[in-house]
């Protein structure tokens, strides 16, 4: 035991205290997010990062966040129709498709032989067929988003692809928090560190820094992760008024929340992936058929497309069209119409996803991320009392001699 318990080493108490709750709070946010894969031998010893080994039950909470009470795909959808200027460059895209292919593949010769008027003719009612279709789908879309946009796939698909997407979505909306956790364990550590240290002077046992250090370690990860989000609405104490870290920036959060979702998620690629492979493919494939097949059966009626090809090169044209939809690779999809209309959609997807957060109640708001540290939170805390546990009994070993 110390000789002299007022002897200037024991003083040392509150500053490795400061820097046990910093470290203990440090590495619980470290292995919040690492590793991405699970290292060790499995089930008996090894760890994988909190967040990438709750990807699936996570996505599945922030899927239903975002369908829920979020996005309404209707809305985001509804009005591409009544926008010309977004699907008018679309439709010239694909005319200008069919037109190369029926010059080029199905009838160069009669095509060449046509006069330009006549031609001219052809690409006016191969135009009109083609914004009949899509008019029609988005139509429907429109109607039963449903049928075709799966966004609890989108999001599910695009975390599992990616364990480590979860962990860089929290840090970009939960950055100062996760900083809040890291710094309130130096603070929190150095004022138990004073009690401890009173405790020692009133009471010097050795194992009361053992037990000092579990408390340490314990209560300020305990702490930095309630303090996060309790309370959820001011509260006034004294002359301070409190409220959770995380929901004093919802404006803010929002704005970051869209951000991720918009750049990281539903993202062109992730779309394509979903709707052209995913369990919405039939629904999808089924509709774009009926519409193509309406609008070939129409034109095989017009004298001159049935004079220049006849039925039976109308469908040929037809098998392919079709064969070539079923095998689209969303990875090989390259529009600059398409990517125009997207980003435009993701514009507007961005402004309701902001709007909507921003209008959240506290706790609806808290739910965001609450999730992500109540899913094991718990071993969080109990890592930091085991590291802050030893911490103390290093102290025993060393400061009390």
Do not use: C
């Not at 060449?112 to 083609?130: E, F, H, W, Y």
């Not at 002077?201 to 053992?210: E, F, I, T, V």
């Not at 996060?228 to 970051?256: D, H, N, Y």
């Not at 929340?257 to 494939?285: C, D, P, W």
Request: charged content about 20%; cysteine-free; proline content about 5%.
């Amino acid at each position: 035991m110390l000789e002299s318990y007022g002897g200037a080493v024991i003083l040392l108490i509150p500053v490795i205290n400061s820097f046990v709750g910093w470290f203990t709070n440090w590495l619980a946010i470290k292995m919040m997010f690492y590793p991405v894969n699970f290292v060790g031998i499995r089930p008996l010893l090894g760890w994988q990062g909190i967040i990438p080994a709750q990807t699936e039950e996570l996505s599945k909470k922030f899927s239903l966040l975002i369908s829920e009470q979020l996005v309404d795909v209707s809305e985001i959808i509804g009005d591409l129709n009544s926008d010309r200027k977004l699907t008018e460059p679309l439709v010239s895209e694909m005319t200008e498709a069919a037109v190369e292919a029926i010059s080029t593949q199905y009838a160069p010769k009669k095509w060449a032989k046509l006069a330009p008027p006549i031609q001219t003719q052809v690409k006016t009612g191969i135009t009109k067929s083609i914004k009949k279709i899509v008019a029609d789908l988005l139509e429907e879309m429109a109607e039963s988003p449903e049928k075709m946009i799966d966004i609890d796939a989108i999001i599910h698909q695009s975390m599992v692809k990616d364990r480590g997407l979860l962990g860089h979505f929290i840090t970009e909306i939960a950055g100062p928090e996760l900083k809040f956790i890291e710094k309130s364990g130096l603070w929190f550590g150095f004022l138990f560190g004073l009690l401890q240290l009173a405790v020692w002077m009133l009471y010097p046992q050795q194992w009361m820094l053992p037990i000092g250090g579990f408390l340490v370690g314990y209560v300020t990860n305990f702490l930095a992760l309630t303090l996060l989000f309790e309370p959820s609405t001011p509260r006034k104490l004294g002359p301070w008024v409190i409220q959770g870290v995380f929901i004093k920036r919802q404006t803010e959060v929002a704005t970051k929340f869209a951000n991720v979702i918009v750049n990281s998620i539903f993202t062109l690629e992730n779309l394509a992936s979903e709707t052209l492979q995913g369990n919405k493919r039939e629904s999808l494939m089924a509709m774009a058929e009926e519409k193509i097949n309406t609008a070939l059966d129409r034109e095989q009626k017009n004298p001159i497309l049935a004079r220049l090809f006849g039925k039976d090169m109308i469908n040929d044209m037809r098998a392919d069209l079709l064969a070539g939809m079923h095998n689209l690779d969303p990875k090989k999809i390259k529009s600059e119409s398409l990517e125009t209309v997207f980003a435009e959609r993701t514009q507007k997807l961005h402004q309701q996803l902001d709007g909507n957060l921003s209008k959240l109640k506290p706790d609806e708001f808290n739910n965001i991320l609450r999730p992500v540290f109540k899913a094991d939170e718990w071993k969080l805390i109990l890592a930091g009392a085991v590291l802050g546990t030893g911490a103390g009994a290093l102290q025993m070993l060393f400061i009390v001699q």
